[in-house]
């Protein structure tokens, strides 16, 4: 296992936010290990759908910094990712719920000039992201729950 692996966490920031133009999603990174900063370039973002039993890769809107060497040392570095979802039915695994991935892939260093020992790290986050097309009244009659049963805007899934 690469030193830099045990000291850097790579995870989402809660849930998706929806907004006028689609969902937001971030990521974060966090060193474990402050006292010896870390160097990343990236990530490479993607989000995907299920739709016919297949991952359907959607576009996606990743911030200008994605692209530069940036240190992550005592605070959390986060990455927003914007993507929008199209028109049409999905795979539902869970009624009501959009199966997403969320995937990112960053090369890591000890050293911001891209010298020494580099690897690469790449992750993939799944949840079921409520249909914004329907209602929570719709999405609670479809899998049978009750009329007072939250009905929250994502679920997360364990990594598969």
């Known amino acids: 296992m690469q030193p830099g692996i045990r000291r850097l966490g790579l995870r989402p920031r809660g849930p998706p936010r929806h907004g006028p133009d689609g969902f937001t999603a971030t990521l974060f990174l966090e060193n474990f290990?402050?006292?010896?900063?870390?160097?990343?370039?990236?990530?490479?973002?993607?989000?995907?759908v299920?739709?016919?039993?297949?991952?359907?890769?959607?576009?996606?809107?990743?911030?200008?910094?994605?692209?530069?060497?940036?240190?992550?040392?005592?605070?959390?570095?986060?990455?927003?990712?914007?993507?929008?979802?199209?028109?049409?039915?999905y795979d539902e695994l869970l009624r009501g719920y959009i199966h997403v991935r969320i995937s990112a892939s960053l090369v890591v260093g000890d050293r911001d000039d891209g010298t020494g020992d580099l690897f690469?790290?790449?992750?993939?986050?799944?949840?079921?992201?409520?249909?914004?097309?329907l209602t929570e009244d719709a999405i609670r009659a479809a899998n049978g729950w009750g009329a007072k049963a939250?009905?929250?805007?994502?679920?997360?899934?364990?990594?598969?």
């Open 120 to 133: 690469e790290r790449s992750d993939a986050y799944y949840v079921y992201l409520r249909d914004p097309r």
């Open 50 to 89: 299920q739709r016919d039993g297949r991952w359907e890769s959607l576009p996606t809107g990743a911030s200008q910094a994605a692209r530069d060497i940036r240190r992550v040392g005592a605070d959390r570095l986060f990455m927003p990712i914007s993507f929008a979802l199209p028109a049409g039915p």
């Open 33 to 48: 290990r402050p006292e010896r900063p870390l160097h990343v370039l990236g990530p490479a973002t993607g989000v995907a």
């Open 150 to 160: 939250a009905v929250p805007l994502w679920i997360p899934m364990p990594a598969h």
